[in-house]
């Protein structure tokens, strides 16, 4: 594994524009992961203790854990698990008791696997960009994914987020190759790679996939339009992806009660509640009149938007990660403010209406799901990671910031 990551540093090194960014950003994510395994979270125990007993099941009666593989609970000798569907803790600690096999079980190296992968995510987000739209900036991606801090530690080691982000970015790139196929390589890889990472996008957050997934399939539809009758017109793209999302989003809610409105606004009101009792003595949010009702929550979205890219303020908690994430937002609000003024003035930057569409209706629905239902800031400034990177992608493709990086270069 060593020798085939030097040979593809090697390779990485030599794309245009951000090559140089290949080893330095590596670094920073392995540097990263060797403090998240040395101050390892309550979580990471809970997967390594879990994970290690599901690795002696594989060993001693390997049928019995092929078959728990594709249950949701856990059941070996006087060790039982219970799960109640769609639990992304349960997944969590099947993947890392694979890992074992070929680890031996040593938790660095495990932390190392899962960081590799979120750092391919990004790289080959960043490439595709790159290569696909040669005017737009793949440093948006390197700046959003891997080099701002609290993206950077979350979705490194023995985290969700590992998986949730790099597999999200993986499965973006595939889907634009498909979408704009200027690339070469076989087009069934690609679908194959799609289905594989969208399954397990799916399995770490499947509310945060469906709209992903919704979003992407809108994108589809957008280039079927376009390859039709040629129109490149805002409008129409517009309309199609609200409508396509409006349709999938009833839809969903046919197949599964898990995505009916009324469960939904229920399941939102009940995180908000139960949160916001454990949270009272930290910093924390508060929605008077949330109710469980879709008028309530539109009601709320726009603060929900504003406290997601917004919160927490650097004056509020006192350990350092409320710091840097204080920090970092008083930067993405000048950020945020740079990019919408470039919008007025018609220079949001090079990547098709279609895909900054998709990608900053993902944000914002994201955006109004966490801020809602995640009132603890601590927990919010972790959960938001999920779409904060693509935003990130999104307002430093304007040509305003493109001009700020110029003039600091020299």
């Given amino acids: 594994m060593l020798g085939g990551l030097l040979v593809w540093l090697r390779r990485q090194h030599q794309k245009p524009r951000i090559g140089g960014w290949v080893l330095p950003t590596l670094l920073l994510k392995l540097a990263t992961t060797g403090l998240s395994v040395r101050f390892m979270s309550e979580d990471s125990y809970l997967f390594t203790m879990w994970a290690r007993r599901m690795t002696v099941q594989f060993w001693q009666q390997p049928t ?110 595939y889907v634009l190759q498909l979408y704009y196929p200027l690339l070469s390589g076989r087009q069934w890889q690609k679908v194959a790679l799609v289905i594989l990472l969208g399954w397990l996008h799916f399995k770490m957050r499947f509310f945060f996939a469906a709209v992903l997934l919704g979003v992407l399939a809108g994108l589809g539809l957008i280039r079927v339009l376009q390859r039709l009758t040629g129109t490149r017109r805002r409008v129409p793209q517009l309309l199609l992806m609200v409508g396509l999302l409006s349709a999938g989003a009833w839809a969903a809610s046919e197949i599964s009660p898990a995505f009916r409105l009324n469960k939904f606004t229920s399941q939102l009101q009940r995180n908000y509640t139960d949160l916001l009792a454990i949270s009272r003595n930290r910093p924390h949010l508060e929605y008077p009149t949330l109710a469980p009702t879709t008028e309530s929550i539109l009601r709320n979205a726009p603060a929900a938007i504003f406290n997601a890219t917004t919160r927490p303020w650097p004056w509020e908690g006192t350990s350092l990660l409320y710091l840097i994430a204080g920090m970092e937002n008083a930067l993405l609000a000048v950020l945020l403010l740079l990019a919408a003024w470039a919008v007025v003035q018609r220079r949001s930057g090079k990547l098709p209406f279609g895909v900054m569409l998709a990608l900053l209706l993902y944000c914002l629905l994201l955006a109004i799901l966490l801020g809602l239902s995640t009132p603890n800031l601590g927990t919010l400034s972790r959960y938001r990671v999920a779409f904060l990177p693509f935003l990130l992608l999104l307002i430093t493709q304007n040509e305003y910031f493109c001009g700020v990086v110029k003039r600091l270069r020299g």
């Avoid at 008791?97 to 190296?109: A, F």
């Avoid at 960043?126 to 891997?146: E, K, N, Q, S, Y």
């Fill in 64 to 173: 019995a854990w092929l078959q728990m593989l594709g249950q949701e609970e856990f059941h070996f000798g006087s060790w039982h698990l219970i799960y109640h569907g769609f639990s992304n803790t349960l997944f969590m600690m099947k993947v890392l008791s694979m890992l074992n096999v070929v680890s031996g079980g040593v938790v660095w190296l495990n932390a190392l696997y899962l960081s590799l992968f979120s750092f391919w995510g990004a790289w080959t987000l960043a490439c595709t960009i790159g290569r696909l739209w040669p005017a737009a900036r793949p440093g948006g991606v390197v700046i959003g994914f891997l080099l701002w801090p609290t993206v950077v530690y979350w979705t490194s080691g023995l985290t969700k987020e590992s998986l949730l982000v790099g597999s999200g970015a993986a499965l973006l790139a």
